[in-house]
Structure formats: C-alpha cells, structure tokens
C-alpha cells in the first residue's frame, strides 16, 4: 500500500511513479524524498542512503537514483509502537 506523503491517501499499486507522477488526489509530485523509504528527518541531509545526493526541497520530483517508494501509512522517521514501548521500558527508572 502506498500513500501520499501530502494528503494520506492510498496510490493504487499498479501506478507507475516516474519523476512527473502527481498524486490522483492532491496533485502533489509522488517521486520526492518526503515519499521515499530512505527518507528520515535528522539524518545527514534527511536521507539514510549514503550514496545519495543532497535534495533541497524534499517534496518536490528529484531524480535520485536511490529512490525507492515508501509503502505503509506510517510517517517517516517513526518508530513503530512496540520498539517505542520497548525502549521505553529498557530507559525506566
């Protein structure tokens, strides 16, 4: 399941996502950093791949070679509920 990092909503899976491609619903570009899995707010240029070059604006369309589509509504950079609740008993007092 795809979503679009702008407006939530699922992008059917048969959609190709090339550097044009906008959101069916809001019209937004899919082929950007905010909808990419290596995408993560605080990294080295907000991006784990290494290899990557630096994007500015991250919800606009780039042509990163590395991009790979994020899938899941889950937002980027958040921890999923059980790894929260484990770190946060390894850290009680």
Known sequence: MKNCAHCQKEIPDERWIGRQAQCPFCGHDLRACLNCVFYEPGAFH???ESQAERVLEKSRSN???YFQYRTGAEKPGR???DVQEKLAALFKK
């Open 46 to 48: 907000d991006c784990r």
């Open 63 to 65: 042509f990163c070679d």
């Open 79 to 81: 921890r999923p509920a």
